[in-house]
């Protein structure tokens, strides 16, 4: 493999200073001719005939009949202004230039993305429904996020930008309805940029040559999950622009926030319910469609909704109309402002939002005093004082396994049995029998007299001691029935899918002896609880580890026999040979 630089010669240099003059020249221009205007460009190849006008009324009196004008100031024709107001703003998204380069850029970012996402280690897959969708992820992101945190403040600040916005505030038209013209105006801008995903998906297809197109999968994912969560961004832009009056400052405030959220589980804010608009996703697969986890998706999303639904009630109270001379003065205008019916529609919500967040809360909240993450590392570390010395004890190995596996993939759940047969195959005696295991309902019996001494129930680890010790080459039985748990409304416990399920026997069964993985890996981390540095890598010629596979140090190759149930609908696989199947 050649690892050497390309020389920096004549024609290097050439090309580096050409393409730096070229990127020069074009960052100079659009730094001097763009800026986030607020009148949008019109652009018509139409010529307008120009007419020469000639004034004839010279003498007399012209009488003009001036139509009667009915007003009208019903919630009906209130709405029909707002929906009008809103196709207003939304030609002004759709004709303003940084709305034009932003859609250029993440198409052209959408279309690289579709050629890379089909490609799995360099082997190129058909382009399918699910992978065009993945694709538009990015193009999710740097366009409809970004262009909503930005025309949010844009809307807003419109009728100002443009100093008119005192001849608006004088119309006979409420708070909300200018409000709510901003708000479908940003919805309706999320709804087109995300058929652009929809039509380049489906062009991309046809490019490649595949026809199996799914229109109503791209409509449901697109329209019916994808968009909930750009409605509830567009909630919180919305009540952020109105807050805040500089809209530019708005935007970096919203950007902030969306960034952030991610990364607070660092800090220890890891429920969900406490990071704005986060909470589990979905996956899409060809065998097990959206599972169980779009339940779960949709409750969180709504729970978000009612949350952005209160800030835009809050966005109605505090709309800027007329001169506000201080923010303490705006409070008091909202404060005359919520009357009964914002009363009732703000407790309303305001209820069910806390009684979903509170139900959420006491399904996933975690008994531990720290973060889960900060709870694992103290959990790493006390394992590992309390339980290493166990590490050089010797186990059985197991030789033999009969499993009954029970899979219902209509209830997601499963019930198991397996017997064990175990061999001492080292030449000094055993009294004890380590096991790890999982927090499952299970039970476990040997098949020798024996007292169980330690059953520690936080690390599930139980330690077995025998009346008779196990000689060399005696054998014995361990008979376990486990159980899996039940998926709760807001929680997935159980691995069991109503199509496609795959369990190893790691997730079901113990393991013998003390376990190693569930130890500190970062030696930085070990240096501040004081242990020693993790030896990861055995040396070549240990032979202790050359005794072990790479999967597991509690078994070699051994006998194994499995009788698996499952649903009429499904087909049942296990490890080795059919034999029989009823």
């Keep these: 493999q050649n690892e050497m630089q390309v020389p920096i010669k004549e024609l290097i ?36 005939k120009s007419e020469r006008v000639i004034k004839r009324n010279f003498s007399g009196i012209t009488r003009i009949n001036l139509p009667k004008v009915s007003h009208n100031y019903t919630f009906f024709q209130n709405l029909k202004t707002m929906w009008r107001l809103s196709n207003i703003d939304f030609k002004y998204i759709f004709r303003s230039v940084p709305f034009i380069c932003i859609l250029i850029v993440g198409v052209l970012m959408l279309v690289g993305t579709l050629f890379a996402v089909g490609e799995i280690f360099g082997t190129s897959t058909l382009p399918v429904t699910w992978q065009m969708l993945a694709g538009g992820n990015v193009f999710s992101f740097f366009v409809i996020n970004i262009c909503t945190f930005l025309y949010a403040g844009l809307l807003v600040q419109r009728a100002e930008t443009a100093k008119i916005n005192h001849l608006v505030d004088s119309t006979p038209v409420p708070n909300w309805t200018l409000l709510f013209s901003k708000f479908i105006a940003l919805v ?18 046809t490019y490649k040559g595949y026809y199996d197109f799914e229109i109503g999968h791209y409509l449901k994912e697109l329209y019916g999950l994808k968009f909930l ?23 970096f405030i919203i950007l902030i926030i969306a960034s952030v959220m991610p990364f607070l589980p660092l800090i220890g804010i890891e429920l969900s319910i406490f990071r704005y608009n986060q909470g589990p996703g979905y996956s899409y697969s060809d065998m097990n469609g959206y599972g169980s986890g779009l339940s779960r998706y949709l409750w969180y999303k709504l729970y978000w909704i009612l949350g952005g639904t209160l800030l835009l009630i809050f966005s109605t109270l505090l709309w800027v109309r007329g001169l506000p001379n ?41 008994d531990s005093k720290n973060s889960s993450s900060k709870q694992a590392e103290l959990d790493a570390v006390e394992w590992e004082k309390k339980y290493k010395k166990y590490e050089v004890y010797l186990q059985p190995r197991v030789v033999a396994v009969k499993a009954d596996v029970h899979i219902y993939p209509k209830k997601r759940t ?18 004890s029998i380590f096991l790890n295991h999982n927090s499952l309902q299970n039970t476990f019996e040997f098949n020798k007299p024996n007292s169980l001494v330690l059953e520690d129930s936080i ?18 039985q361990l008979t376990i029935n486990v159980k899996s748990k039940e998926n709760t409304r807001f929680q997935r416990k159980s691995p069991v899918r109503e199509n496609g399920t795959f369990i190893n026997n790691f997730t079901m069964f113990p393991s013998l002896g003390y376990d190693s993985g569930s130890e500190l890996r970062d030696n930085k981390t070990r240096k501040k609880y004081d242990l020693p540095p993790n030896n990861l890598q055995k040396h070549p010629s240990d032979s202790t580890a050359l005794g072990n ?12 026999e499995a009788t698996v149930s499952t649903s009429k609908d499904q087909i049942a696989i296990a490890p080795g040979y059919l034999q029989k199947e009823w």
């Design 13 to 48: 240099i050439y090309n580096r200073l050409l393409w730096l003059a070229i990127s020069s020249l074009i960052f100079g221009l659009v730094f001097k001719y763009f800026k986030f205007s607020q009148n949008a460009i019109v652009i018509s190849f139409r010529k307008v």
């Design 326 to 366: 201080s923010f303490a003065e705006r409070i008091q205008i909202a404060q005359q402002r919520f009357k009964m019916p914002q009363i009732i529609g703000f407790v309303t919500i305001f209820i069910a939002f806390v009684t979903l967040g509170v139900s959420i809360y006491l399904e996933t909240k975690s």
């Design 229 to 251: 969560n750009y409605f509830v961004w567009a909630l919180l832009s919305i009540f952020i622009q109105t807050l805040i009056k500089n809209q530019y400052l708005g935007f």
């Design 414 to 431: 499963y019930k198991a049995t397996a017997i064990y047969t175990l061999v001492n195959k080292t030449d000094q005696e055993i009294d």
């Design 549 to 560: 596979t790479y999967i597991s140090k509690d078994s070699d190759w051994i006998d194994f």
């Design 188 to 205: 309706k801008m999320q709804l087109v940029l995300l058929a652009v995903i929809l039509i380049s998906g489906l062009l991309f297809q």
């Design 459 to 476: 690390f599930n680890f139980d330690i077995y001691k025998f009346d008779k010790k196990i000689k060399p080459g005696d054998s014995l």
